[in-house]
């Protein structure tokens, strides 16, 4: 049986930052004694994301086939963008709080189980989203998401109070000042204008699968979904926002959708921020948005036949 790992090292490069990131000794060694009954040496190694970038390039340099990634959907970003296109396959160790790329992928969110998936695995080209420059691996947002992220972080460093707490003044704070946004050139759509004050671009067909639970069934698709909603008064988009929450009948009337390959957004404003696989940053508008097809080479599970 052919092996996504070329050499007879398994090169793990695990984020410690991230929400579960501390493997027990016991799982160590488990991986460990995994990896030397299919005949590999296992090289695990913890460290900021600076240095997995670092350490990542490096390898790729020496072709060592397919690299393990541990963390979350942050970190598997970062890993994405530097590996999209190229021969090398990108192994998951699902480590972070949501692990929303391997769940959609099908990898077991036992470590030690995606562990010995990935050494039993198959090569997948899946696609990934691109926002401008950026890759995203599940979904990208502009507007309230993206604003209170960056509201709920300088609240915290001010005043150390919990996550939740922050971020509920964030979304509070960002609800008074929503940017309208201007989607532009809806690939396949005759409707090519849209205005929203709220974006949310899947890599690929999302659906909602509970109160705010939301998952794919495909990852090589070769689209991306949207959802959208009209404007629609500050108070009244607070009223709208907590009915989508707590009931997916109203979700399907608040928020409209559709599948697109490619489209632009524009606003008034200098920049907006983005929100790529949960990391924030800021872009000058016009923003364009493409699908790309089989971009990427991931390790996914073998299916039993």
């Given at each position: 049986?052919?092996?996504?790992?070329?050499?007879?090292?398994?090169?793990?490069?695990?984020?410690h930052?991230?929400?579960?990131?501390?493997?027990?000794?016991?799982?160590?060694?488990?991986?460990?004694e995994?990896?030397?009954?299919?005949?590999?040496?296992?090289?695990?190694?913890?460290?900021?994301?600076?240095?997995?970038?670092?350490?990542l390039?490096?390898?790729?340099?020496?072709?060592?086939?397919?690299?393990?990634?541990?963390?979350?959907?942050?970190?598997?970003?970062?890993?994405?963008?530097?590996?999209?296109?190229?021969?090398?396959?990108?192994?998951?160790?699902?480590?972070?709080?949501?692990?929303?790329?391997?769940?959609?992928?099908?990898?077991?969110?036992?470590?030690?189980?995606?562990?010995?998936?990935?050494?039993?695995?198959?090569?997948?080209?899946?696609?990934?989203?691109?926002?401008?420059?950026?890759?995203?691996?599940?979904?990208?947002?502009?507007?309230?998401?993206?604003?209170?992220?960056?509201?709920?972080?300088i609240?915290?460093?001010?005043?150390?109070?919990?996550?939740?707490?922050?971020?509920?003044?964030?979304?509070?704070?960002?609800?008074?000042?929503?940017?309208?946004?201007?989607?532009?050139?809806?690939?396949?759509?005759?409707?090519?204008?849209?205005?929203?004050?709220?974006?949310?671009?899947?890599?690929?067909?999302?659906?909602f699968?509970?109160?705010?639970?939301?998952?794919?069934?495909?990852?090589?698709?070769?689209?991306?979904?949207?959802?959208?909603?009209?404007?629609?008064?500050?108070?009244?988009?607070?009223?709208?926002?907590?009915?989508?929450?707590?009931?997916s009948?109203?979700?399907?009337?608040?928020?409209?959708?559709?599948?697109?390959?490619?489209?632009?957004?524009?606003?008034?404003?200098?920049?907006?921020?983005?929100?790529?696989?949960?990391?924030?940053?800021?872009?000058?508008?016009?923003?364009?948005?493409?699908?790309?097809?089989?971009?990427?080479?991931?390790?996914?599970?073998?299916?039993e036949?």
């Open positions: 049986m052919t092996t996504p790992f070329n050499h007879k090292t398994v090169h793990a490069l695990v984020n930052h991230s929400g579960t990131a501390s493997l027990s000794i016991s799982q160590r060694e488990k991986m460990t995994i990896a030397e009954e299919s005949g590999y040496v296992f090289d695990l190694k913890f460290s900021t994301p600076h240095v997995i970038e670092k350490k390039k490096h390898l790729l340099r020496k072709d060592p086939g397919a690299v393990m990634i541990g963390g979350g959907d942050g970190t598997l970003n970062m890993a994405a963008n530097i590996m999209a296109g190229s021969r090398h396959a990108l192994a998951v160790l699902p480590l972070g709080t949501f692990n929303h790329f391997a769940k959609d992928a099908g990898i077991p969110m036992d470590p030690v189980e995606a562990f010995r998936a990935a050494l039993g695995g198959t090569v997948a080209n899946i696609d990934l989203g691109q926002v401008n420059h950026r890759y995203f691996l599940n979904n990208s947002s502009i507007g309230l998401y993206p604003d209170a992220v960056n509201e709920r972080r609240i915290q460093r001010r005043l150390k109070v919990p996550k939740f707490i922050a971020m509920l003044a964030a979304s509070l704070s960002s609800f008074r000042r929503y940017t309208i946004l201007h989607l532009k050139n809806v690939d396949g759509y005759d409707q090519k204008n849209i205005l929203t004050p709220l974006l949310f671009v899947g890599n690929n067909d999302y659906k699968k509970g109160p705010a639970e939301i998952g794919r069934e495909s990852l090589a698709g070769g689209y991306l979904s949207i959802f959208y909603t009209d404007p629609v008064s500050r108070a009244r988009f607070l009223r709208l926002s907590l009915k989508v929450l707590l009931s009948d109203m979700r399907d009337k608040i928020l409209s959708n559709m599948v697109t390959k490619e489209f632009v957004v524009d606003s008034f404003k200098p920049h907006l921020r983005i929100s790529a696989d949960g990391e924030v940053f800021k872009l000058s508008p016009p923003i364009t948005y493409h699908s790309r097809p089989g971009a990427l080479k991931v390790v996914v599970p073998r299916k036949p």
